[in-house]
């Protein structure tokens, strides 16, 4: 299930959302799910998710993230590079990409989730 080829700007990265607390009312995702993990040397991990359909996104979801899926949110590669930051796409799990080259202070980066966060698309499972 890996995913061949070069980035492009019109592909779809999703990210899983674990926690609750994460999901708004009226089942929008809240932009902090978006925000990069300082543990993790402040990137955001997702799955390059462009051709597959719900069903195979939540497989992939099953297949590979240790707690229960509540929800995904994705958005366009075209919105990461739009905000300065990149895309790391490692492939470790198959599909699996980071996105790096976030701002270190908080508030920049939490601004700039809110921003991909109001492009994004919301599912909840």
């Not at 990069?36 to 099953?62: C, F, M, Q």
Request: charge should be neutral.
């Amino acid at each position: 299930m890996a995913y061949p080829g070069p980035v492009t700007d019109d592909e779809n990265l999703t990210r899983f959302v674990t926690k609750r607390s994460q999901i708004k009312e009226g089942g929008r995702v809240h932009h902090s799910v978006l925000c990069p993990s300082e543990k993790h040397s402040y990137t955001t991990s997702v799955y390059r998710t462009d051709d597959l359909n719900r069903d195979e996104i939540w497989g992939l979801a099953d297949t590979n993230i240790a707690v229960p899926v509540l929800a995904e949110t994705t958005i366009k590669t075209q919105a990461v590079y739009e905000n300065d930051l990149n895309l790391d796409p490692d492939d470790i799990p198959p599909r699996h990409a980071n996105i790096i080259n976030w701002p270190h202070d908080r508030k920049q980066y939490r601004s700039i989730a809110q921003k991909l966060a109001a492009k994004a698309n919301h599912r909840i499972r």
